[in-house]
């Protein structure tokens, strides 16, 4: 398995809160994403980082920012939660190269 | 522009008959392709992937997917379903570029009989 950490796993807020997710890789991968997943929706891209410092919007981006300060770790931030940013989230990393996506296990948000 | 189409939102098979789930794409270029799985609370895992080699792309757990582009198709099949077939599939197209985006199908549920 893809060595990919999402912490925390598991999380209950209440709306107006920050949160902050992080995802830590050990595959020196280039490419990390931040992606939702809805019922309904698939996954949907929030944000993506192309190399330490280059991150980008997805699709999804409102309400979030990201940072990636070194290689291993992206973070992804909610400056005051809403309860539609209760998801699941997913941080998955790529290599060109090798072209695929590997997931961690996701860390499911619930904001009150 | 880059685009999933998955046909199907659920599929519903019996143990031991064939599996097919549709996917279309729409790529610029030439696509790479993927099909993931997810079982209930678990993250994504890597079934097979099309990066223009052969058409015909095997994966684990008997899966495989014919790449047809005149048909701008890429659908995964099975010949037998096993019960522990039964989770999520997702199709997944990317563009080959500096930025190595993947955009994503809203998912197949499979679900089998016994």
């Known amino acids: 398995d893809a060595g990919i950490t999402q912490s925390p796993r598991h999380k209950v807020t209440e709306t107006g809160t920050p949160v902050t997710l992080r995802c830590h890789q050990t595959?020196?991968?280039?490419?990390m994403y931040w992606y939702r997943q809805d019922p309904g929706h698939g996954l949907r891209l929030i944000h993506y980082?192309?190399?330490?410092?280059?991150?980008d919007k997805g699709e999804v981006s409102d309400g979030y920012s990201v940072s990636r300060s070194k290689t291993e770790d992206f973070l992804l931030t909610l400056e005051s939660a809403t309860s539609s940013q209760t998801s699941v989230y997913f941080c998955?990393?790529?290599?060109?190269?090798?072209?695929?996506?590997?997931f961690g296990e996701g860390s499911r948000l619930t904001v009150l | 522009a880059q685009s999933v189409t998955q046909l199907d939102s659920h599929v519903s098979v019996s143990e031991g008959t064939p599996v097919l789930l549709r996917c279309n794409y729409s790529?610029?270029?030439?696509?790479?392709l993927f099909w993931y799985v997810q079982h209930p609370n678990k993250g994504l895992q890597l079934l097979l992937k099309?990066?223009?080699?052969?058409?015909l792309v095997k994966g684990i757990n008997g899966f495989e997917a014919e790449f047809k582009k005149s048909e701008t198709s890429f659908h995964l099949t099975k010949p037998s379903a096993h019960m522990s077939d039964a989770a999520e599939y997702f199709c997944?197209?990317?563009?080959?570029?500096?930025?190595?985006?993947?955009?994503f199908g809203s998912g197949t549920k499979l679900n089998v009989k016994p």
């Open positions: 998955a990393i790529s290599e060109a190269n090798t072209g695929e996506l590997f």
């Open positions: 595959e020196n991968h280039r490419y």
């Open positions: 980082s192309y190399g330490v410092k280059d991150t």
């Open positions: 790529s610029s270029y030439s696509p790479s």
């Open positions: 099309y990066t223009s080699a052969a058409t």
């Open positions: 997944v197209v990317s563009a080959k570029g500096p930025l190595n985006k993947f955009y």
